[in-house]
Structures are given as C-alpha cells and as structure tokens.
C-alpha cells in the first residue's frame, strides 16, 4: 500500500492549487465599478419610451410606476404599440389625460421590417428631449427615485448609459442565475473596453446621435435584436456608463420557458451580426475552462487513488472538491445577494456547471431554428 511519494504528493498539491485558484476565475468575483454622480445634474428634460408587444396587462400594472416618478425636472413616457392592439389602446385611454403621457401606433399596413425597430424610431421622433431612456412595459422600476437616479449619469460628458435589470422573484431562480451570470460579463466589457451587447431591458441614449446616424438602417431587415444593436452601434467607449445604482434596477414579470429559450436563440443570431466580444468571449471560455478542468482533475484524481490505494491522494481529492464547494458558493452567493438574486447556496454549483450545456442546448436549437424567423423577408 503505498501511501505518500512523489508522484502522490504533485498529484495532490495540483489538484489543492487549482481547487484555490480556479473558483476565483468567475464573472460572480468580478465587481463592477459603481459611476460617481455626486457632482452630476439631471437633465432638464427626459423621455421614457415603452414599445409594447401586446403586453397590456403588464402595461396596465406598470405604467402608473412610470407616471408617478419622483423627478426634479419634465419628463415624458411615450408608448409604441401597434395599431391592432386594441387592449392596449384600451389601457392607454384611461390614462391618456396625463400630461406626462404621449402615445401612438405602428400603422396596420408594415409588413417587411421589424415592428419593434419601427416603434423605436417613431418613438425617438416624437420625444421632446434629446435624452431617451428605452425600455418594456413587462419591466418596472423598483423606486419612485428610479428616473431621478438614473438621470444623473446622463450628464455632458456621455451619450450612452447601460442599465441592469433581472427577473421579478417568481420567475424561475435558474433564469434570474444565469440572467446575471451573462449580465456580468456584458456590463464589465462596457466598462472595460467597447460594449458588446445587453441582456437588461434598460438602456439610455441620445436622440440627437440616433437620428444622425440614421438609427437601425444597417439592421433593418432583422426583425430581432433592438437592444443588441444598439448597444453595439452606439455605446462608444469613453462616452458609455454602466449604471448599478439600486435605485436605477428594473424588474422584469417572468417568462414562459418557451419564451425564454427563444431569447436565447434570438440573442444567439443578434450577436453574429454585432462587432468586438471577443475579448469577453475569451474571458468566458478561459472561466468555463477552469471550472471544469478543476473538477475533471479532482474526480480524475480520486479514480486514480482509489484504484492505486493511494489513500492520501483520494484524501486529497476530497479535500479540494471540498475546497472548491465552498470558495464557490461564496462568491457566488455574494454576488447574487448584491444583485437581490434569490437563490439557495446548495443550487448555485450544481447551476454553475449547467452553463456549459445550456449553452451547447442553445446553438443546437439556434442551428435548426428556420433562419427566415429572425428576418423581416425584405427590406
């Protein structure tokens, strides 16, 4: 029986060293920088812009949060819905006599470009103020000091502010985990080089820069990706802010799996058109990387301990999956606490390693999806 030698002890220390080093190459360790807004001012004027999908019941919820915030300066919510959609229409009568409302519709007669561009660009016209903060009726602010924190970052010196968002507590706590899992590499990229794109329904530009570069005109005939192609288009580095001010989160009411896959998918055909990531798709890869290297090593490590008796060596092996657990439950579970992500510790390894496959379960599904569903036919 052979206990401790050479061969032993290398194995061992290697598997100890990874179990340490690796839980710490995590999107979850990586904090975001807060902005400093102490010395910003609002601007004088703002405009929210809602581009609602048929979504009236959430309209109707959500709305009045919209209406009734604490805002020093003028500010106006102006609703995009389709002319069809006559419960909508419905909800915004009832409150089409306040002042701060402005509503209109996407005429019956589109047909060959996406709809949601379409009543992006008509609602960017029609707004008032050169600073436009774009987001959903299915998604609310968690404060009546929503807009007034927000709208501090829009100062001279920025054109464009990424917000975050997640899902509300009874969406699926696998959908709110890996949301900001994704969320963490995409608002980091914005701060550290050239945003890529977005997964939070929540993002603020100017008009003026919108309209002078012609808006979605190289993206017209997709009808999928709004907030993606922005994000790419317009978010400049040195003139883009991430805001992660709680203040500023919203939240978004929960999603059919379907539905929830198809965003996925969708999102998998926005990024091939999109320029840069590829400094966060390596940082994601080299993450995925070491998380299961270190646990291909670990159980690779106990088979071969256990096959050649060496019983500090399983020891070990224990140890550093031991080790591993614990560092990256830690950190996990900071970082979901900081973001008001409701998840028990217990789930947060086990959905850590499901990543991967999800991620594997979504090109799959994008590579037989029918690629004329992420078109409008013409252009």
Request: hydrophobic residues 40%; neutral net charge.
């Amino acid at each position: 029986m052979i206990l401790l030698d050479q061969q032993t002890l290398i194995i061992g220390i290697i598997a100890l060293a990874l179990a340490i080093i690796t839980p710490f190459f995590n999107p979850f360790f990586r904090k975001l920088k807060e902005e400093d807004t102490s010395s910003s001012s609002s601007p004088s004027s703002v405009t929210v812009l809602l581009v609602s999908n048929g979504d009236s019941q959430a309209l109707d919820e959500h709305l009045p949060i919209y209406l009734t915030q604490d805002y020093t300066h003028d500010y106006q919510v102006i609703v995009v819905a389709e002319k069809s959609d006559f419960e909508t229409g419905n909800v915004l009568k009832r409150y089409a006599n306040d002042p701060r409302l402005y509503f209109t519709f996407i005429p019956e007669s589109v047909r060959y470009m996406s709809k949601n561009k379409l009543a992006i660009t008509l609602g960017v016209k029609a707004s008032k103020s050169d600073w436009i903060i774009l987001s959903d009726p299915r998604l609310k602010p968690t404060s009546s000091l929503w807009l007034q924190t927000l709208s501090q970052s829009l100062d001279d010196g920025t054109d464009f502010v990424l917000g975050y968002s997640n899902y509300s507590d009874d969406a699926p706590s696998s959908h709110r985990f890996e949301h900001l899992h994704s969320a963490l590499y995409l608002l980091r990229q914005a701060q550290t080089g050239r945003a890529f794109s977005t997964n939070c329904r929540q993002i603020a530009f100017r008009k003026s820069i919108f309209m002078k570069e012609n808006g979605f005109v190289d993206f017209l005939k997709y009808s999928i990706g709004e907030y993606e192609f922005l994000v790419n288009k317009y978010a400049e580095e040195g003139s883009t802010k991430v805001v992660t001010d709680e203040l500023t989160w919203l939240v978004e009411d929960p999603l059919h799996e379907k539905t929830w896959q198809n965003r996925k998918v969708y999102a998998k055909e926005a990024h091939r058109h999109l320029r840069g990531g590829v400094g966060m798709r390596m940082l994601h890869h080299i993450d995925q990387l070491f998380l299961h290297l270190n646990y291909l090593l670990i159980i690779g490590t106990g088979i071969f301990a256990g096959l050649t008796h060496r019983w500090i060596l399983l020891g070990s092996a224990v140890l550093a999956l031991i080790i591993t657990i614990v560092l990256r439950t830690i950190i996990g579970r900071k970082a979901l606490a900081t973001y008001h992500v409701d998840v028990s510790s217990y789930k947060i390894v086990p959905m850590e390693m499901s990543l991967w496959w999800k991620r594997i379960r979504t090109l799959l599904r994008y590579e037989y999806a029918d690629k004329k569903d992420f078109i409008s036919h013409k252009v």
